[in-house]
């Protein structure tokens, strides 16, 4: 069975900042992993997946996370935060070879950046 | 586009009362989903329905019934209302294959209270 623990529920930073939100996962099979974003009062969106390919993944908005297979980890970093960023963040992980390729949920890290 | 959207947004139950909680997406996806999200949980998969005329239990469907109505229409209902289901639920869309393998879409969610 598969499963995702962020190591902390929350992180406190300073704008202009970095930070780095941890994510490992256990799966016995190759697996597909990604990053949600879940502003104030507001549903999930996609950050940034990775599928194949580079273990180098960047979205639209600076962030950009790493996947190590070797360490089963695929951490979220960001080189300067904003008050912006201000927000609850999932990892999940998906094993392809499973039916519906469903999707396992860690349980959060919010991400509080303070001026 | 309005992408995918649940109504009600907040709901107050007693217990032993039932309701169904609504979600249309016009994005004509394939797959829908109902996760609940509880603090320090993440999200957990209630049912989902890999296309028109599917459904399928997932992590945590105790309590909890599902209809496809059509490819636009996905419903879940709570036939005699817990304090236990106190919770904010969910509702997801992706083309297909599952929210693992393809980008899944969220909407705003219904926040739902049995006293």
């Known amino acids: 069975a598969q499963s995702v623990t962020q190591l902390d529920s929350q992180v406190p930073v300073f704008e202009e900042a970095p930070v780095e939100l941890r994510c490992n996962y256990s799966?016995?099979?190759?697996?597909?992993l990604f990053w949600y974003v879940q502003y104030p009062n507001q549903g999930l969106q996609l950050l940034l997946k990775?599928?194949?390919?580079?273990?180098l993944v960047e979205s639209i908005n600076g962030f950009e996370a790493e996947f190590n297979k070797s360490q089963t980890s695929f951490h979220l970093r960001k080189p300067s935060v904003h008050i912006s960023d201000t927000a609850e963040y999932f990892c999940?992980?998906?094993?392809?070879?499973?039916?519906?390729?469903?999707?396992?949920f860690g349980k959060g890290t919010k991400l509080s950046v303070k001026p | 586009n309005a992408g995918v959207t649940q109504t009600p947004k907040f709901q107050v139950l007693k217990t032993g009362q039932s309701m169904t909680l609504q979600c249309a997406q016009d994005?004509?996806?394939?797959?829908m989903y109902w996760y609940r999200q509880d603090p320090g949980m993440g999200l957990r998969l209630i049912y989902y329905?890999?296309?028109?005329?599917?459904?399928d239990k997932g992590e945590v469907p105790n309590g909890y019934n599902v209809s496809r109505l059509n490819k636009r229409e996905f419903s879940l209902r709570l036939e005699s209302a817990a304090p236990s289901q106190t919770s904010v639920y969910f509702c997801?869309?992706?083309?297909?294959?599952?929210?693992?393998?393809?980008?899944?879409?969220f909407g705003q969610g219904t926040r739902l209270t049995v006293v």
């Open positions: 329905s890999a296309s028109e005329g599917t459904t």
């Open positions: 994005m004509n996806h394939n797959s």
């Open positions: 990775y599928l194949s390919g580079s273990t």
């Open positions: 997801a869309s992706s083309y297909g294959g599952g929210p693992g393998l393809t980008e899944a879409f």
């Open positions: 799966s016995s099979v190759s697996v597909y």
């Open positions: 999940a992980v998906s094993d392809y070879g499973g039916s519906q390729g469903n999707l396992i």
